[in-house]
């Protein structure tokens, strides 16, 4: 089983097999990434929950020099962290202070 609240990221690969129990209601922001393959090899397919207390800065890593999304930000201060990182999928968190960058593709 896996309890998630508010804030709370869930991530499910395709491929798992579940049940929902709602208890409460819930909204929630969702994201899909349509793709042909099954990203994990074995009998189990995961369902991830990262709780909202990880995306808080102390638990970020300083990526101002080498950010993930978008390079270098220079003098502008960013932190990331990835939770998720298999096959063409990757999902994670990032914060950034007021300043403008160049962002390459």
Not at 11 to 37: F, L, M, Q, S, Y
Not at 42 to 66: M, W
Not at 67 to 92: H, I
Not at 93 to 99: N, Q
């Amino acid at each position: 089983k896996h309890f998630f609240g508010p804030g709370d990221m869930v991530i499910i690969p395709k491929g798992h097999t579940g049940r929902w129990d709602v208890n409460t209601p819930i909204h929630k922001v969702w994201a899909v990434n349509a793709h042909e393959n099954v990203e994990e090899s074995g009998p189990i397919i995961r369902v991830q929950v990262d709780h909202y207390k990880d995306f808080s800065p102390e638990c970020l890593s300083d990526t101002s020099a080498n950010d993930p999304l978008y390079g270098n930000t220079g003098s502008v201060a960013s932190a990331s962290n990835t939770f998720y990182d298999v096959g063409p999928t990757k999902v994670g968190v990032w914060t950034s202070e007021p300043g403008s960058f160049e962002v390459a593709s």
